[in-house]
């Protein structure tokens, strides 16, 4: 029998993408702990960060800017239905969660505006006039 190297398959990153849930989401109690994702961006005057939130009320959200670590914390709660009295699958998240990120630039955090739409937070920092981030390139020897 010949050995043949293994060829990356299509559904690799789908495989990946489980084996991060497991390791980096981890279990808590009868549900995986809630880790929202997100996306940081940053254009030439703003930096810009989403987080999907879904099935979180926008009143259990909480933002704060402390130095240049932003914390997103908040709440999703399970909604108890008295008249349903088996479960025979729950895969949703419930619970209180936090998120930290540091900022790339300094930014102007009074003039901050934060929307929430079906589920989703956006939160835009506008850049202050000398915030723009440092790039250095260090050469390779």
Not at 23 to 52: C, I, Q, W
Not at 103 to 111: C, M, N, S
Request: hydrophobic share 30%.
């Amino acid at each position: 029998m010949w050995l043949t190297p293994m060829r990356p398959r299509r559904d690799e990153s789908l495989l990946r993408r489980f084996f991060d849930d497991i390791f980096v989401r981890g279990r808590e109690g009868n549900g995986h702990s809630m880790l929202p994702a997100m996306d940081l961006k940053e254009t030439h005057d703003a930096v810009v960060v989403e987080s999907e939130l879904p099935g979180v009320d926008p009143q259990d959200v909480t933002v704060e800017v402390e130095g240049d670590i932003l914390t997103i914390r908040g709440e999703r709660r399970e909604e108890k239905d008295e008249q349903a009295r088996n479960t025979y699958l729950q895969e949703c998240t419930y619970g209180s969660f936090e998120r930290q990120i540091r900022l790339p630039a300094e930014v102007d955090r009074d003039k901050a505006d934060a929307t929430f739409k079906q589920g989703v937070l956006k939160i835009r920092f506008p850049k202050k006039e000398g915030g723009r981030s440092k790039r250095t390139t260090i050469e390779v020897k």
